[in-house]
Each structure stands twice: as C-alpha cells, then as structure tokens.
C-alpha cells in the first residue's frame, strides 16, 4: 500500500517522461514481485532499465539494473554469473548512481561470503566512494537513511542464515524489520 502511494505521487507530480519508469519501478520493484514469478519481474526490471537508459535517467536505470540482479539471485542464478555481472556492473553505478552501487556492494560482499571468494573487494570498483560495510551503515545511520540500514541487516541475515549461525540471523532480521522501509 504505502509503494502503490507513493507511485501515484510520483506519477501526479514528476515533470517529465522518466515518470512513467519511475512509477513502474516502483510497481515492478516493490509490489509486483510478490505475485508473479520472479523471472517476469526480472524482465519488467530489463525493460525499465532500458526505458531510463534512453531518457539519460542512469540513476533510476541503474537502480532498475540493481533489482533485475536481486531478482535473479532469488530466482536461482548461478552465483558465479551473478558474481560477475555484479563485478562488471559495479564500476559504472559507481560513476553514475551510488545508490545502486552501494546495495550492489553489498550483494557482491554477501556472494563473495557464500561462495568462500576472500580475494575480491567489492567495493574496490567504487573509486574511494564507498569503503566497506561499515562506512555504508555508518554514512547510512547518520542521515537517517532506513532503506540502506535494512539493506545491510537484511544481508547479514542472509548471510547467518545460509552459514547456519541462526542466533546471529534471528538478531540481524529482528533489526532489520524494525525500520520503517521494512
């Protein structure tokens, strides 16, 4: 309900065409997902990201980029082609939308944990612009930035849960659902 409102902000007052992409990624990004299979939000996230691209709207397309990935992380795609589409992505949300770059480090670090890949440095691609973690929780703590707080507890519960330390998941998943982007 509250992402279905603030699509309808957004499509009421936006000045220009990146409105309707706006409004969709948010449809796409936040709602639709929990109704239809991944692989076809996955595809709204393709066509998104290629709709922004043309606009010259690389913020929203790469944050389009940034949950096409998610989505098919959760759907079942092979770590290591994950891994490396997140490795050749990175760079360039890092020139063009921090936002996604800054989530897609963290979904690069919590691949990098589940696959053992101790030698790569996610946040390396972002040129000084993002450190590690706990600079992106502590920038992110700062001003007040709840979605990226989430972010991070959301993926330290991933990352408990699939190593099966399930005291340390139940404390990150307790914290990320306190916030109000949960």
């Known amino acids: 309900r509250q992402w279905v409102g603030f699509a309808k902000t957004l499509l009421e007052k936006s000045p220009n065409g990146t ?6 990624f948010i449809l796409y990004a936040m ?5 239809v299979p991944l692989q076809e ?6 066509e998104i990201e290629d709709m922004n691209f043309k606009f010259g709207d ?5 944050m389009a980029q940034c949950m096409r990935y998610k989505f098919l992380f959760f759907r079942g795609e092979r770590l290591s082609t994950f891994s490396r589409k997140l490795e050749t992505s990175l760079p360039l949300m890092a020139r063009f939308s921090i936002g996604s770059a800054r989530l897609s480090a963290l979904d690069k670090e919590m691949i990098d944990a589940l ?3 101790k030698s790569s440095n996610p946040y390396a ?6 450190r590690n973690k706990q600079a992106i929780l502590d920038e992110a703590q700062s001003t007040m930035d709840f979605q990226t ?3 991070v507890y959301t993926q330290n519960f991933f990352i408990s849960f699939w190593m099966g330390d399930y005291d340390k998941a139940l404390e990150a998943s307790d914290t990320a659902m306190s916030f109000p982007s949960a």
Do not use: C, P
């Not at 409105?19 to 969709?24: D, E, F, L, M, Y």
């Not at 939000?41 to 393709?46: I, R, T």
């Open 125 to 130: 691609a972002s040129n000084g612009k993002l």
């Open 58 to 62: 690389t913020e929203n397309a790469y």
């Open 41 to 46: 939000s996955s595809n709204h996230m393709q």
């Open 19 to 24: 409105v309707t992409s706006r409004a969709s």
């Open 115 to 117: 696959t053992g890949d």
């Open 31 to 35: 709602v639709n997902f929990w109704y």
């Open 149 to 151: 707080i989430g972010s």
